[in-house]
Structures are given as structure tokens and as C-alpha cells.
């Protein structure tokens, strides 16, 4: 039971470039979501996605865009990297009761220069 | 807006000394309150998750409290031991049924 994974696990890119950051659940979970962790901070919906079909904004989606290709997968996709979106980038999923944690995965490090 | 806090930003204590962790909100309007731990370079993982009506919640060492009326939890670590270093985050589901995270508690337990 793999539970959360993301790929890659680290990314370099030049201010501008382009990437898209991968996320699988294995848990059967409606609910998905990408969070940003910077230093002295903590963590930042930058998008979720309620169930299959479906996306919303969070607290920080500028400069983001996602997709929730089925229930499995959501990924995130940064169009025109800068710097100020250097972070590490969490993806999670789980359920929407009063009851339901979120399971996360291991993160990806991003910087850009 | 709800914010959530978490004093000390680092805290490092002796092996087997009993400590805890605070966390606070500004706005009683909460689902749930979560603590999670985080261990450098991995994602987060979930230790215990309190319900808006309940009080506390226990787990083998730890046990977690919860205020409302004051906005305040408490993670209360019995025994600590070195693997208990990590970061514990807290958060609160929002009136928006969204996770809104506090900056987390550096923890160090030195042998």
C-alpha cells in the first residue's frame, strides 16, 4: 500500500521554465490537495480538489494551475516558474468529515533560480 | 480570518522528561483540531485528530486537549525519547472545512 506518492522528489528550474508536479493516491480517496511549506510558515492550500471532475482555488493559487485527471491522480503545474515559488510542495488526500485526516506524501523541493 | 500559532518555534528537552506542546486559534468556529509530526525530508503524518465536542484524545504517549472556548490545545508527550524529534504541527478544519496550519514546534530530545 504505496498510500501518497509524488514525483520528482527534487527540481531545479530557471525563472520561466515550466513543470508539472505528480501525484498518485492509492486510498480511494475523494478529496485531494496541494499545499506549499515555506520556512517559519505553515503549510498553504494552494488548490484542492473536492471529488473527481472538480477544483478550487486556495489560500495561494496565483501562478498555479491543476488538474484532477481521475481519482487517483492531481497534479499541479507551475506555467512560468519564479522565484518566489521556491518551496517545498506537499500533496495530500483524504476525506471531508469531521472525522477524516489527510494523508500526505513525501513532498517535493523546489527551487528556482 | 483564522490564524493558528505555535509557541515555542523550538523546544529541546532532556530524554525521558514530560513536556508539551502548545498550540492556539483565533476563531472557536472549528471542526476538528489535528496534530501531525514531521520528520526532516518526509511529508506529514497524522497523530491525533480532536472533534470539536470532545476534550482530549490519547494515543500510547501522547495525549492531545482541546479549549475551544479559549482557542487553546495542548500535546502533552509522556516519556519523551530521541525518536520523538520532529517537527509537531498543528491545524484546525476550518469553518470552510479546510486544514489551517500552524508553523510547527521544532523538537529536539537530547540522550
Known amino acids: 500500500n504505496a498510500g501518497v506518492t509524488q514525483t520528482p522528489k527534487f527540481q531545479v528550474l530557471k525563472t520561466g521554465q515550466s513543470m508539472t508536479l505528480q501525484c498518485a493516491q492509492d486510498?480511494?480517496?475523494?478529496?485531494m490537495y496541494w499545499y506549499r511549506q515555506d520556512p517559519g510558515m505553515g503549510l498553504r492550500l494552494i488548490y484542492y480538489?473536492?471529488?473527481?471532475?472538480?477544483?478550487d482555488k486556495g489560500e495561494v493559487p496565483n501562478g498555479y494551475n491543476v488538474s484532477r485527471l481521475n481519482k487517483r491522480e492531481f497534479s499541479l503545474r507551475l506555467e512560468s516558474a519564479a522565484p518566489s515559488q521556491t518551496s517545498v510542495y506537499f500533496c495530500?488526500?483524504?476525506?471531508?468529515?469531521?472525522?477524516?485526516?489527510?494523508?500526505f506524501g513525501p513532498g517535493t523541493r523546489l527551487t528556482v533560480l | 480570518k483564522q490564524e493558528v500559532t505555535q509557541i515555542p518555534a523550538a523546544l529541546s528537552v532532556p530524554e525521558g522528561e514530560n513536556l508539551v506542546l502548545n498550540c492556539s486559534f483565533t476563531?472557536?468556529?472549528?471542526?476538528?483540531l489535528q496534530w501531525f509530526r514531521q520528520d526532516p525530508g518526509k511529508g506529514l503524518t497524522s497523530l491525533l485528530l480532536?472533534?470539536?465536542s470532545q476534550r482530549e484524545q490519547t494515543s500510547g504517549r501522547l495525549n492531545a486537549s482541546l479549549d475551544k472556548s479559549s482557542g487553546r490545545s495542548t500535546l502533552y508527550i509522556a516519556a519523551s525519547q530521541p525518536g520523538d524529534s520532529a517537527t509537531y504541527l498543528c491545524?484546525?478544519?476550518?469553518?470552510?472545512?479546510?486544514?489551517?496550519w500552524g508553523a510547527g514546534t521544532k523538537l529536539i530530545i537530547k540522550p
Open positions: 495530500a488526500s483524504g476525506g471531508q468529515g469531521v472525522t477524516d485526516t489527510q494523508y
Open positions: 486510498m480511494n480517496h475523494n478529496s
Open positions: 491545524a484546525v478544519r476550518d469553518s470552510n472545512y479546510q486544514l489551517i
Open positions: 476563531d472557536s468556529a472549528i471542526y476538528n
Open positions: 480532536i472533534q470539536s
Open positions: 480538489s473536492a471529488s473527481e471532475g472538480t477544483t
